[in-house]
């Protein structure tokens, strides 16, 4: 497990003006918590000082290396990141954080495979690491194994139960299980805790649509495009509803509306199983 923000005040220095310089560069290492925050190069700088400098004890470098690489997934330098993480997890192979932290940063480089070697590494040292869920969840949603990602993100809401997302991204695996009553009890768990996600609201929809409830679908679907107009996803699907329901000219305009966005649109949707 990794060491924790640790006690500058322990540390023996030669004299204040060291003090100060080293104070400093762990604080600027630890300033950058998000883009709008903090300026990440002038943090990349105060970690790479910690991780060269005497100074501090093992422990500190180790954490300093370990927040220098979470900056640079953060800022897209992945590459950077995953070397950052290697050499934290030569040193203490215990830390499921800086495995989930690699396989992140291995992911969003397409080495997918080794992600989840890094995800599972993670779960077999900390079984309650919820990012280390979420994160293989998402790579089970990506492979299509669907029962597999909602058994990790039942493990994750159990961890935050007012987490939208797990919440949401478990509607969406059973929606494409086809499980459509279990999804809109997602999917209405995640709307009670973020009102305004266009994207969850169309999918409740879809899931109202697959049940045949067509007002309730055309409601969510009305409600999506009231937050998001461009989408074509809800469009086409609302497309689909007043068919249904025998609203033909308007039917006629959503399906046009967004074959104009997305050509692939009838395709797309039959492909998560909507007709």
């Not at 300093?64 to 040193?91: M, N, P, S």
């Not at 309650?128 to 194994?145: F, P, S």
């Not at 266009?198 to 969510?220: H, V």
């Amino acid at each position: 497990m990794r060491i924790g923000a640790l006690i500058l005040a322990g540390m023996t220095l030669a004299a204040p003006a060291a003090a100060q310089s080293t104070n400093d560069a762990w604080e600027r290492c630890h300033s950058y918590t998000s883009p709008e925050s903090a300026n990440p190069d002038r943090a990349i700088a105060g970690c790479t000082a910690v991780v060269e400098s005497t100074q501090f004890t093992a422990a500190q470098r180790l954490d300093a290396l370990a927040t220098r690489g979470t900056i640079f997934r953060k800022t897209g330098r992945f590459d950077l990141a995953i070397v950052d993480f290697t050499e934290a997890l030569r040193a203490d192979p215990g830390d499921d954080r800086s495995y989930v932290e690699r396989g992140m940063a291995l992911k969003a480089t397409q080495q997918r495979d080794a992600a989840i070697a890094d995800f599972d590494e993670a779960l077999r040292i900390n079984p309650d690491n919820a990012d280390a869920l979420r994160q293989r969840a998402v790579e089970y949603r990506a492979r299509g194994k669907f029962d597999d990602a909602v058994r990790d993100l039942n493990r994750a809401v159990v961890d935050d139960p007012r987490d939208p997302w797990a919440v949401s991204e478990r509607g969406l695996d059973r929606f494409s299980l086809h499980q459509y009553v279990d999804a809109i009890t997602d999917f209405n768990r995640a709307i009670e805790l973020t009102p305004s996600s266009a994207w969850t609201i169309a999918y409740r929809g879809a899931a109202q649509y697959q049940l045949g409830r067509y007002d309730a679908a055309l409601a969510d679907l009305d409600r999506a495009l009231e937050l998001d107009a461009f989408d074509p996803w809800p469009r086409y699907i609302r497309g689909l509803v007043k068919r249904k329901a025998g609203d033909l000219p308007g039917a006629e305009a959503d399906l046009k509306a967004a074959l104009a966005i997305w050509p692939d649109a009838a395709a797309g949707v039959e492909k998560e199983g909507i007709k």
